[in-house]
């Protein structure tokens, strides 16, 4: 599962983070790194960007980006 899947007022736990290295150090320089819990606040009326919580403070994310990103539901 992905944390595009995650709806929304639910939570998930990083498992993984694919794609480039770039792309990679990125995410995980948001602060995004396996173990994190991540809770999905609300998604835009079309479906993207969505905005998670992640530590304690809100991102942004793009779809293309969240699906970089595997989680499992908690």
Do not use: C, Q, W
């Not at 792309?23 to 173990?35: S, Y």
């Amino acid at each position: 599962m992905t944390l595009k899947d995650i709806p929304v007022a639910g939570t998930g736990k990083v498992t993984k983070i694919h794609g480039s290295d770039k792309l990679k150090r990125r995410i995980m320089d948001m602060g995004i790194t396996k173990g994190t819990d991540i809770y999905v606040r609300k998604v835009a009326p079309l479906g993207d960007p969505m905005e998670v919580t992640v530590r304690g403070f809100e991102l942004s994310l793009r779809k293309d980006e969240a699906v970089n990103i595997d989680v499992e539901p908690v």
